[in-house]
Every structure is written in C-alpha cells, then in structure tokens.
C-alpha cells in the first residue's frame, strides 16, 4: 500500500492524504499495520530528494536513469533503511521481494543498491554526500529553504522549521461558534483546547470524521492558524454596517464555516465563492445549515454590491503546510511562483473593489514566502487606485507572542504548533 500510495503520487500526481486513507480502507487496514503504511509512505514521499542522493551514489547513476518501479522501490527501502528501526537484512529482502513484482528484470540491480545503502546509516551517508547541506539534512529543496531563510526574522531558527516541517501535524478542530465551546468539544473527543484561538482543539490522535460532534455539524477539521486569520477578519472593527461578509477564494470551505457560524451570531450573511465546481460542492456542504451563499464563479470577474468584510484565502505554493503534504516540498518549483502571485494580486485587488469605504479586507496566504506575502500586498496597493490603510494585526491575536513586527502577522509550525499562515489586514479608506 505505501508503494502503491507513493507511485500514485509520482505517476498520476496523485495525493497522498487522498489515495492512502482510501487504500488503507479497501484493504480493511487498522491499528499498527495502517501507522505502519502510513509512516513508510508519508515518510519516504516526505524524504525523497534526500533519498534520491543516497540511492544516486550507492547505483552510480542518476534517479532519473532508474525506471520508475524500480526507483519507488528502492526510495521506499533507503527510507526504511536510513529512517526507521526495519532491520537491514528485513528491509533489504521486502524491497527485492516488491521489485520482483513491479520490476523483475531489475531484481539483482535493485538487492545490489540496497545492499550497498545498507552499509552505512543516515548520518554517515550525510558526512559523505553534504555535511554543511542543510536541505539535504533535513530532506527541503535549495529554493525552498532560501525562501525561509529570507521569510525568518530570526534566521537561527532555521534548522527548528525544517525539523517542525518534517514532523507530522496534529490534528486540530474547530468548535463552531454558537454550536459547541471548545471546552466541551474537547470533552466529548478527549482533545485539549488549543493555546491561541476561541474556538480551537487539538486532538492526540483518531480520525477526526468519526467523532459524533463532526458529524452532527457542530465541529470541523481546521488548523489553528486558519481559525485564527478567519477570526480576526471577524474581530476586527469597521466603520458603519457590518451584516455582508464576503469569502472570495472559499474552497474547500473550512474559513468559510468557521465565518458563516459567527456571522449567524451576528445577523450577518456570508457570501462564498469558488471557481472550481467540485470545491465550491465541498464548500456547499461544510456550510450546510449556516447564513453562507456559495456562488460557483472566479472571484477576481465577481460583482456585486460592496461587503464590509472580505477574505482573500488565495492560491498559493502551500509552503507553510508542508508537514501536512510529504509530497508538496518535491512537487512545487520556484516557476510556479510567477503565476501564483499575479493571482494573488489580481485577487485582492478583486477584493479591495469589492469592499465599502470603511470596510477590511484580509489578505491570508498559507505560504511565509516574502513573494506571496510581502510583495504581493505592497504591489497590490500600489496599483490600487484608491486609498488603503495597513492595520495592525497583532492585537487580534492577542495570545500570539513572536508573530512579526506587524502590521502583518506570520504564523510559524516551530513557534506556534500551527501551519506558516500570514494575514495581511487593509481597510479601505
């Protein structure tokens, strides 16, 4: 199932948070067998450029070079080898015993690779192919550790993200406001209440869907930051009528529920849109039985009368979730960030037209590159032809310690346990 899970992803662009749950399930796979399969996928898709070198030197070619059976395979052995307690002759057999199947004209090649990766561990295969290399260390693309080093105010804590992205997330829910306290729901699913948001909980482990308080509607599965920059969008004071909130990137609809239960307390309405039909659907669904409207349009053509809360949750490289995405590190390149950021730009520009004078606009991106973040919102003003104030962000946050200098916040997985969300508020003048 983990070879499975891991060819999906490298041959269909598949996910692994959607094909293995789904394997794990046909199989009938629970308790330590489905932590087991688990733990080899996430982990060898989490560590794969890390494991293309030590397989690179111990075959003396490329990985490119490796048809791909064969190469899944010897990725998902190396990762037993180097990463767990498998012993070697154990991993060394399972893995020919796979390329037999997948591969069979590559058996001897494949035994004599993972023979040679077993000859020594993790750390001597690192003094040997880059001591200093702090992406190889800690298994992150060059590019992808620049962009921290450069979004880090306090650069030292470089090598503490790394390791916190490589350390699988938590569970968190969400307790809908008006439904359920965070106090009771932690009650009811064994969870603790979460350190920062009013709404928060986090759960030891489980699946969360199969929790009663889930199901009934009352709660919802959402990292912390996403509740926190959805609730200070809600929080934060606006001048004049405050009853039309608007949700312009709403897939897959999590802020969007989280809105929509505050704005029931507040005789406010919600109005989600989403460009793409299958995530407006899953919108539609988070937000059965709340004041939310989901319009199935792109955000950055809709029209409509001026809101005086609008959310801008936009597309983005996904780089602060990447311990919730093994796959993600490998999968994203630095050309994607061009059209992502012009996106992004021509989305909250979107946004700053539709919001009324006096009205706020988050700008909220799950990704601490300056380009996505920074840059894009000081661009997206200076073209904007009207007037714009930056508000401070951090007093909505008022348990968050370490966010940045403001006015903008940014969220990190090794100081606040939560996703790298950023949140930008702009208020129109």
């Known amino acids: 199932m983990a070879f499975q899970t891991i060819s999906a992803v490298h041959r269909d662009d598949g996910y692994a948070n959607l094909v293995l749950p789904k394997l794990?399930?046909?199989?009938?796979?629970?308790?330590?067998?489905?932590?087991?399969?688990?733990?080899?996928?996430?982990?060898?898709?989490?560590?794969?450029?890390?494991?293309?070198?030590?397989i690179a030197a111990a075959a003396d070619r490329g990985v490119e070079r490796i048809d791909p059976p064969t190469r899944d395979a010897l990725r998902l052995g190396a990762y037993q080898l180097l990463h767990t307690r498998v012993a070697t002759h154990a991993a060394t057999n399972t893995t020919v015993d796979l390329v037999r199947t997948v591969a069979p004209g590559a058996i001897g090649f494949a035994n004599a690779v993972m023979r040679r990766i077993g000859r020594q561990d993790w750390p001597a295969w690192l003094d040997e192919l880059g001591p200093d290399d702090v992406g190889l260390r800690y298994a992150h693309p060059p590019w992808v550790v620049r962009a921290f080093r450069d979004a880090l105010d306090k650069k030292s804590e470089l090598e503490d993200l790394l390791v916190a992205d490589n350390t699988p997330a938590p569970v968190h829910l969400c307790a809908r406001p008006g439904r359920i306290t965070a106090a009771d729901l932690a009650a009811e699913t064994g969870g603790t209440v979460g350190p920062y948001g009013a709404y928060a909980v986090h759960l030891a482990e489980g699946s969360p869907g199969d929790h009663p308080a889930v199901k009934r509607g009352l709660a919802h599965v959402q990292d912390e930051g996403s509740q926190l920059v959805a609730t200070a969008l809600a929080d934060a004071p606006v001048d004049g009528p405050d009853s039309r909130w608007l949700d312009l990137c709403a897939g897959p609809g999590g802020k969007s529920a989280l809105l929509g239960s505050l704005a029931a307390l507040r005789d406010a309405r919600v109005t989600a849109?989403?460009?793409?039909?299958?995530?407006?659907?899953?919108?539609?669904?988070?937000?059965?039985?709340l004041p939310v409207d989901v319009v199935c349009e792109d955000g950055r053509e809709f029209e409509d009368d001026p809101f005086d809360r609008v959310l801008v949750d936009a597309p983005c490289t996904g780089l602060g979730a990447l311990r919730r995405r093994p796959e993600a590190r490998w999968r994203r390149q630095p050309n994607d960030l061009p059209p992502l950021t012009r996106l992004q730009r021509e989305l909250l520009l979107a946004a700053l037209r539709l919001v009324r004078p006096g009205g706020i606009v988050a700008y909220v991106t799950c990704s601490p590159h300056i380009n996505e973040t920074r840059m894009t919102v000081n661009e997206t003003i200076r073209r904007f032809d009207g007037g714009i104030e930056q508000v401070d962000a951090r007093p909505l946050m008022e348990n968050v310690t370490d966010s940045g200098d403001g006015p903008a916040v940014q969220l990190w997985p090794h100081r606040h346990g939560t996703d790298a969300m950023f949140l930008s508020l702009l208020k129109r003048a």
């Open 273 to 289: 849109v989403e460009v793409a039909p299958h995530r407006a659907r899953l919108v539609e669904h988070a937000v059965r039985g």
């Open 24 to 54: 794990l399930t046909e199989h009938h796979v629970h308790g330590l067998d489905a932590a087991f399969a688990t733990e080899l996928a996430y982990g060898t898709l989490r560590q794969s450029g890390s494991l293309d070198a030590v």
